[in-house]
Structures are given as C-alpha cells and as structure tokens.
C-alpha cells in the first residue's frame, strides 16, 4: 500500500535554516501536507502543496515538491526554539478522503 | 473553545477494564476519526466515520470498538484493555466538501493500561 518516510529526528541550532524531508510511494497522490504537533497537543496543518505545483512558500516556510522522485521538503528559515515540535509529512489522492501519514520528524531546536 | 475536545486528556487503568475515550466536535464536520500516537510508529487510524450511519475500520480495529451517538460525539472503546493500548488517541474531524483533506485534530488522551 501507500507508504510516507521521513527521517525521526533532525537537531538545529537557533537562527540556522532547517530542512525536513519524506518521501512518498503514491504516484496518484493529489495533495501534499506538512503537520506540525506541539508538545502535548493534537496535530494541526501548518502547510499543504497540490501535487501540479514544484514550490510553495508562506513566510518563514518553504515547501518543495519533486514529483518524479517523489520528494517533498519542508524548509524552515532562521529556526526559533518555538519551532521545536513533531512535523508530520501526509498525502492523500483523489477519493480516498483519508491523508496516510509519515511517521514525523521531531525537530529539536537548541541555542 | 476548542473545536475538537477531548475527554479524558489523561487515564490510567488495569488490564481487563472497559475504557471509553469521549470526542466531540463544534466544527460541524460530518467525518470524524481516531487515531493512536506511538513512539516512532507515527499515526495509525483505528476507525472512521463519515456520517451517523457510516462506520469503518481503520488498519488497526482490533481490540476497540466505536460508537457515533451523532454527528458531533464519536467514541471509542476498548473493550478489554491491555498493557499494549497504552498510547496517545486522538480524534480528528474533516469536513465533507473537497479538495483539501485537512483534519483537524483534538488535544489527545493519553491512556496508560497496567
């Protein structure tokens, strides 16, 4: 079946760019998410791509997309401690209604 | 107030009991979900739901039961509970109409089983 990775763990320092990377197996898939879940808290969508754009940027944030690879990336610019917490890599295709989920990456970020 | 909640946010209980973990939703989202949170093993859906009539498992249904008493309350229960239940449930809600998948996700009970 469909099938996300990303790495468990990624250690930046604060002020240094950080990059969290999935790779997904579902040629289909139509949308793209990156989750961020604080500690003690549910997950909430911090950022989505559809699968016909290569790049995405809101901010601080900038998500890529290699369809043929099937990569995705979600940079984070000048990291702050506030963005210490769980990101979630997840897609969905069309009809299936229910996004699969990475495994997360927990981003540890110290001074 | 919170759109999704959660209740309890925490329990403990021993092997052989009855739990019910409680969800209820103000987003007016027919389709509803739980979700177990391991250590390195992510999200796994137990069940979902997609309207009051329309129940469905998840990859991971044994040992739990659900119930949707409406559309804004659906409920898990695990019938007998063991050691390796012990995890972080939450529920999630999305709404109906498409594109966008987005769930939005309760605060989480943790469940610890003795």
């Known amino acids: 079946g469909e099938d996300v990775e990303q790495s468990l763990f990624l250690s930046v320092r604060e002020g240094d760019s950080s990059v969290i990377n999935c790779t997904y197996t579902d040629s289909s898939s139509t949308y793209l998410y990156w989750y961020k879940q604080e500690p003690g808290a549910g997950l909430q969508l911090l950022t989505y791509i559809f699968s016909n754009m290569d790049m995405k940027q809101d901010q601080r944030l900038t998500v890529l997309l290699n369809k043929k690879d099937k990569h995705l990336s979600l940079r984070i610019a000048d990291t702050q401690t506030g963005d210490s917490a769980i990101y979630f890599c997840a897609e969905s295709t069309e009809g299936s209604y229910i996004p699969t989920f990475g495994r997360g990456t927990s981003l540890i970020v110290h001074p | 107030d919170a759109d999704v909640t959660q209740t309890p946010r925490n329990r403990i209980t021993k092997t052989g009991k009855r739990i019910m973990l409680e969800c209820s939703q103000t987003?007016?989202?027919?389709?509803m979900y739980w979700y177990r949170q391991d250590p390195g093993l992510g999200l796994r859906l137990i069940y979902y739901?997609?309207?009051?009539?329309?129940?469905n498992k998840g990859e991971i249904s044994d040992g739990y039961s659900v119930s949707r008493q409406a559309q804004a309350k659906f409920s898990l229960s695990l019938e007998s509970a063991i050691p390796n239940q012990t995890a972080l449930y939450f529920c999630?809600?999305?709404?109906?109409?498409?594109?966008?998948?987005?769930?939005?996700f309760g605060p989480g009970t943790r469940l610890t089983v003795l």
């Open positions: 739901s997609f309207d009051v009539k329309d129940i």
């Open positions: 987003k007016g989202h027919d389709r």
């Open positions: 999630a809600t999305s709404a109906t109409r498409r594109p966008l998948d987005e769930q939005f």
